[in-house]
């Protein structure tokens, strides 16, 4: 509990994976903008993987189609280079995200959910690192003065599996297709670009009837 | 030819299909704010089918992915809420767009090309209207004074719809995946939301280097 739970403050879903492209850029962003909007973001963090294979893909479509890859990955670039991100493609992609998604799964209501998000994904897309390792977890979490060894351990419990299977199950329910997507009420934001329209819904400063 | 041949003036490709639902956007914002820009349009119909063909799709992703569709009729629903442009969902998707996109093809050069396409897509996602029918087509052409049945004759020709198989054929070469898209210089912008950012590049205010 933190005094991010005021009631009635404007709040957004963030929905995200650790071995997408584009996560890593909405990851990278949400806090400050967020911030700056006066908006609560409750981190849910999942795998793409189930998710992908109810819609029939296997693999990443960034794989599945060679045309889709190649264009994300130049887009990728301008992008980061706009936002004055480091890149490095990831000599392995997608990257198994499982226990950085667990581990951020046990601790998406803790005040460092931020700060270890943004450090999993540059160790994915900014230094190539990877993050399916634990002792990449640990260090991780270690330089956040966290203690890594009880963390890891309790997001590897039953529970902790179960809660990650649970939150990727909610994705597939609130209709959710890829990654990021954002959540706010009943309406549904899919891809890094529309972070601010989002948070703008968010705000009250968007609004229109559902779709009839 | 007209004044828009100006040698060295910067120039977006722009890559739409006439049944395309964001293709519906950027036809109806590209002229405008391209010529705030200054920049010119070359304006390129052509068909998604072959396309998604060749990945594999016998249909729009929009039909094939249940999740990927809701979401874009409400996307789309928002996106011209904003815009302020008119949306019905039409009864058919994605219509047959082959005699428009053949007329369009034949006409890409000539200064009717951006009111012509602006008709063609409020019939479609406005008015809910058969875009394949001939009868609409030649009401169309016939509204903006045009020569409608030499017109329709002549895209009905062997040589226009040569042109319009070529230029299809030519979108798969350039890596295209989907629509609307826009080509400037060797980049490729995919996307009613990059049409901001096609038209920087265009002006040079957005430069990067190819991507090793």
Redesign the interface.
């Known amino acids: 509990m933190n005094d991010d739970t005021v009631v009635g403050r404007p709040t957004i879903e963030f929905w995200y994976e650790f071995a997408s492209s584009y996560s890593y850029l909405a990851v990278m962003r949400i806090e400050a903008l967020a911030a700056a909007a006066d908006v609560r973001v409750e981190w849910r963090p999942f795998l793409l993987g189930p998710v992908f294979m109810s ?1 029939g893909w296997n693999d990443s479509p960034f794989n599945i ?1 060679p ?2 890859g ?2 994300m ?3 990728l ?2 992008l980061c ?2 936002y004055r991100l480091r890149l490095t493609r990831p000599s392995v992609f997608p990257r198994n995200a499982l226990l950085a998604a667990r581990v951020a799964c046990h601790g998406q209501r803790e005040p460092w959910i931020g700060a270890f998000s943004r450090m999993v994904m540059e160790a994915n897309f900014a230094d190539d690192r990877d993050i399916g390792s634990e002792q990449l977890i640990t260090e991780l979490l270690s330089s956040l003065s966290l203690p890594a060894a009880a963390l890891i351990a309790a997001a590897r419990q039953p529970a902790g599996k179960e809660a990650l299977r649970r939150q990727t199950e909610r994705a597939c329910e609130l ?3 890829g990654a990021p997507s954002f959540v706010v009420g009943e ?5 890094n ?2 972070l601010e ?1 989002a948070l703008d819904w968010a705000r009250g400063r ?1 609004t ?1 009837p559902p ?1 009839g």
């Open positions: 819609l189609y045309p889709k190649r264009y990955w130049r887009d670039e301008r280079a706009r209709g959710l297709f309406e549904l934001f899919w891809g670009d529309r329209e968007s229109l779709l």
